[in-house]
């Protein structure tokens, strides 16, 4: 529909939510920025959303629709702020801290980030709020992922998650954390939390949570966007250049890994010939990076087991030893449920089915699996190449009460159907 014409009820929704998804968290961000408080600058941001639902039916979608919801939001929170003088005297307060804590901030310095949501990735990357925190509320107020998507990036359950987010929020308002740009000598201490929301962004978009669709492309590549950004504003990071190598090598896979439906194809099926080869290459180079200079980092090893995919021309001829062994380096960096199963799978390509299986039956009791769908898909397909039909079929149908998206669902579905058969 044309800028400025009429427009039904319908489109201008479907409108609002296209700029609403791609511009949330650039719009949340420059709030923030501009008034220093987070729950002010959702409330507007929400209000400008239903102001625009209201107006752009009779008025037409504008132009520039996001300016639109900028500009809509900033004097709503102007107008919030002159009814209630004690909230804007608290604001005051909080704006003239991170003006001391950092001279020149509130005009714009020329050192600072390139892009809003990456200072605020670092601002909500604060060492006074706990690791975990931190993550929850960059992912669910400046990613834009649902508190049930960021709950399934922690393995768990959606309540726990709403709760470390209003706990994230008291805290900086207790606290009295300033929205500020950390200083040169606080990035490296921050870099772990940002690298760690970018990469559960990326996540949510490779595989997503819920929906209609496996892969949700838009936030697979903001994330790449944040962290080509992060690898330029800081090139001697060794784990930003192994997380955007691990970023580009998977990403790089995308093409090839839904069917024609919108289907999973699975990486053993997959038509390598889609592969964005550029983009392998690119990483490839950025791996040795990674891994040059000291001891690995996390990404790097993720980096490096990716490049092994890619580098092989089918599953067959894939390094499984060299992978089995990068999984070992990695489980001793950062020891986790999640690492152990991709472990396990590894060695069932190594070793045989049978290896793999009794790896995976020894994590059985780890409660943060039960609701991670690749574990138990993992274990049915096992079971399957083991002839174990009945037990795949348990395992299956364990997974399909958790698979989150109807893609998946209606893959495990028709396992279940070859089953039968």
Known sequence: MAAGGEASAGDARVAVEAVFREERGLLLATLVRRFGDLDLAEEVTSEAVEAALLHWPAEGVPARPGAWLLTTARRRAVDRLRRDRAYAARLAVLQADAERAEPGAASGSPGGLPDDRLQLFFTCAHPALAAEDRTALTLRCLAGLTTPEVARAFLVPTATMAQRIVRAKKKIREARIPFRVPGPDELPGRLPGVLQVLYSVFTEGYAASSGPRLQRLDLAEEALRLARILHRLLPAERECAGLLALLLLV???????????????????????????????????????????????????????????????????????????????????????????????????????????????????????????????????????????????????????????????????????????
């Open 251 to 421: 990403h790089a896979r995308r093409g090839a890994r839904t069917g024609p439906e919108g289907e999973p194809v699975l990486l053993e099926d997959q038509d390598r010939g889609r592969w964005d080869r550029p983009m392998i290459e690119e990483g490839r180079g950025l791996v040795v990076r990674a891994l040059t200079g000291g001891p690995a980092g996390p990404y790097g090893v993720q980096a490096a087991i990716a490049a092994l995919h890619d580098e092989a021309a089918d599953v067959a001829s894939t390094d499984w030893p060299q992978i089995v062994a990068l999984y070992d380096v990695l489980s001793a960096l950062v020891p986790s449920p999640v690492v152990a199963v991709n472990r396990a799978v590894a060695v069932a390509m190594r070793d045989g089915p049978g290896a793999g299986l009794a790896l995976l039956d020894a994590l059985a009791g780890e409660p943060r699996l039960r609701a991670y769908p690749p574990y138990a898909v993992a274990r049915g397909d096992l079971l399957s190449r083991l002839g174990r039909a009945g037990e795949a079929a348990v395992a299956y149908r364990e997974a399909l009460e958790l698979a989150g998206t109807e893609p998946e669902r209606a893959a495990l579905r028709r396992k279940l159907g070859e089953g039968r058969g």
